[in-house]
């Protein structure tokens, strides 16, 4: 069964400073991970899918395959960064999309 | 856009009772999930289902039931609620077919249970 670690329940940075949001997957073939964020009193969205190798306001994700890692990353947080951060797996030809605890980021001013 | 509707938003019900959580999208995806997320355990997935008809359980089944008459509607229920199912249910949806979809979700519905 796959699974995802987000060993971070809270992560706090200053504003203007690195943000990098861990996530690590366990799964035997070859998955598909996505980026969701929730802002405050609005509904889980999709931020990033490592598929598309986009940067969303700021934010990368590189999938390491030999490291089991999609770490969220932007160079710089800003205020609007703060949220919660979920990093989710789908594995291939399949729809049950599993999730990880998720990390709140809490950029400080 | 597509939009997933859950059909309230709070929710208080008493032990013992029958609940049930509607969800409506109107984009005609094929699937359709349902979520608790709970703080420090993230979102378990409850029940999904891939068609009309059709489900199949998640993660964390018990208790819970579902049911899915017609496309756009998915519908959660509590047979008879207890206090430990007291969270923020969350549907959602995603086309099938395309391996990368992701999932569409509605506002959520924070259910309390006294």
């Known amino acids: 069964a796959q699974r995802v670690t987000q060993p971070e329940k809270l992560l706090s940075v200053f504003k203007g400073a690195p943000v990098e949001l861990k996530c690590n997957y366990s799964?035997?073939?070859?998955?598909?991970l996505f980026w969701y964020v929730q802002y405050s009193r609005q509904r889980l969205q999709l931020l990033l899918r490592?598929?598309s190798r986009e940067s969303i306001k700021g934010f990368t994700a590189d999938l390491n395959k030999g490291e089991t890692s999609f770490h969220l990353k932007k160079p710089f947080a800003q205020e609007e960064d703060s949220a919660m951060y979920y990093c989710?797996?789908?594995?291939?030809?399949?729809?049950?999309?599993?999730f990880g605890i998720g990390t709140k980021l809490q950029v400080i001013p | 856009d597509v939009k997933v509707t859950q059909s309230s938003r709070y929710l208080v019900k008493r032990t013992g009772e029958k609940v049930f959580l509607e969800c409506v999208q109107d984009m005609d995806h094929e699937n359709m999930f349902w979520y608790r997320q709970d703080p420090g355990l993230g979102l378990r997935l409850i029940y999904f289902?891939?068609?009309?008809?059709?489900?199949e359980k998640g993660d964390i089944p018990e208790g819970y039931s579902v049911s899915r008459e017609k496309k756009e509607r998915f519908s959660l229920i509590l047979e008879s609620a207890s206090t430990n199912q007291t969270s923020m249910y969350l549907c959602?949806?995603?086309?099938?077919?395309?391996?990368?979809?992701?999932?569409?979700f509605g506002n959520g519905t924070r259910l309390t249970v006294t």
């Open positions: 289902s891939y068609d009309v008809k059709m489900k």
């Open positions: 989710a797996l789908l594995p291939g030809g399949y729809q049950k999309v599993t």
């Open positions: 959602a949806s995603s086309p099938s077919g395309q391996g990368d979809s992701p999932l569409h």
């Open positions: 490592h598929i």
């Open positions: 799964y035997s073939g070859s998955p598909e």
